[in-house]
């Protein structure tokens, strides 16, 4: 089993920058393509950005493109999601991933291992 524990969430102004980091224990993160999703208030749980077990492809939702980065350091098992302009309605709780393909899904039913989530609140 692979324990992944997100951190980095908080409360910001629009605009604003923050960093999510997802760290594993129990089964090292380069056997996984990694991924963030996130869940906003009555919503459907979506996918927000993916990036492949070699780490150097990464794939976005078009809503976050030019403002997310996801990126892993195997050697730290962590993963990032880099987040800045900050908006209102990126305001979720965000979720980390591990699915054991090579690729990755931006479907959340493919994915093995799930952090418990943290919470980024945008105000304006």
């Known amino acids: 089993q692979a324990q992944l524990v997100e951190s980095g969430g908080g409360l910001v102004q629009t605009g604003g920058s923050l960093r999510l980091s997802c760290t594993a224990s129990g089964r090292t993160l380069f056997n996984y393509a990694m991924a963030w999703f996130r869940q906003a208030p009555g919503k459907e749980r979506e996918f927000v950005a993916k990036?492949?077990?070699?780490?150097?492809?990464?794939s976005y939702a078009d809503s976050v493109k030019g403002r997310f980065t996801i990126s892993r350091d195997n050697a730290k098992n962590t993963v990032y999601l880099q987040i800045k302009n900050l908006k209102v309605e990126d305001t979720a709780v965000y979720y980390c991933a591990a699915d054991s393909t090579l690729w990755g899904s931006q479907n959340p039913n493919e994915y093995d291992y799930w952090g418990q989530g943290t919470q980024v609140t945008v105000s304006s």
């Open positions: 990036i492949w077990r070699g780490g150097s492809t990464t």
